[in-house]
Each structure stands twice: as structure tokens, then as C-alpha cells.
């Protein structure tokens, strides 16, 4: 993330806030992080979102969509919960989960990687004309 201007805490996890929000949210933007997420670790959509955990690769790239919805789209808990059918509680702990393998040198740099395309792709698409 680039110009923190705080932390936020939640349950345990620390999320670095953006220094000035966005004022109109960016069209297609989910779609972006889901893609790259589709993209790197070669699963179908439906994966994400199926009933059961399923097979670890495919839970590990669910929590990390789950965590750049929140991190890199500043989504809440709720929203995301919502759209991955799973509960909130579900979501802040695969951010948690995300957040501390990212102690881990091989899996930090590939979240940064995904971070630093995602905000590249961002600023390429669209704001939306109704405000956030």
C-alpha cells in the first residue's frame, strides 16, 4: 500500500489505512482482484465460492482474494462475507491468516506482487459516477 496514514486493528490483525480515501469507488474493481487471483493460482470462479472449503489450494486462494477484497478495495467484513457466502467472522480470519504468513519472505512477495498489479490495474479503470 503506498501513503499510510494510520493503522487499523481488527481482531488481532493489523491493516495499514490508506491515507486518503478513495471518493468515488473504482468500476470493476472486484472483478480485477478476483481475476488475479483466478489468474496465479489457476482455479475456476466457482472454486471461491463453493459451500465447503475444498482443496487447500483452493482455500488459500480464497483467502487471499478474500484479503486483497479487504486490504486493496478497503471492502468490509460484511461485504466480502457476502459475496464469497461465507460469514464475516470466516473473512477476518482468513485475513488474519494471510496477514501473518506474510512474515513468511516467498508468500510476502508474492501478496506484494498481486498488490502492486492490482493498484497498477486500478488506476486504469473507471470511477463510477455515484459517489461511495
Sequence with gaps: MTGLSGVSHLGGLTVGVP???RSRPVRGAGLLV???????????EA?????SR????VALARQIAMYLHHVIL?????DIAREFGRDR?????ACRLVEDRRDEPDFD???GG???????????????????
Excluded: K, N
Excluded at 478497503?74 to 460484511?78: H, I, K, P, V
Excluded at 467472522?89 to 480470519?93: D, E, P, R, S
Design 89 to 93: 467472522t470466516t473473512v477476518a480470519h
Design 54 to 57: 475444498g482443496r487447500a489450494h
Design 74 to 78: 478497503e471492502r468490509t467484513l460484511t
Design 109 to 111: 512477495a508474492m501478496i
Design 114 to 132: 498481486l498488490e502492486t498489479a492490482l493498484q497498477a490495474g486500478l488506476a486504469a479503470l473507471p470511477r463510477s459516477r455515484a459517489a461511495a
Design 19 to 21: 491515507a486518503a480515501p
Design 34 to 44: 478476483t481475476a488475479c487471483v483466478l489468474s496465479v493460482f489457476e482455479v475456476e
Design 47 to 51: 472454486d471461491l465460492s463453493q459451500p
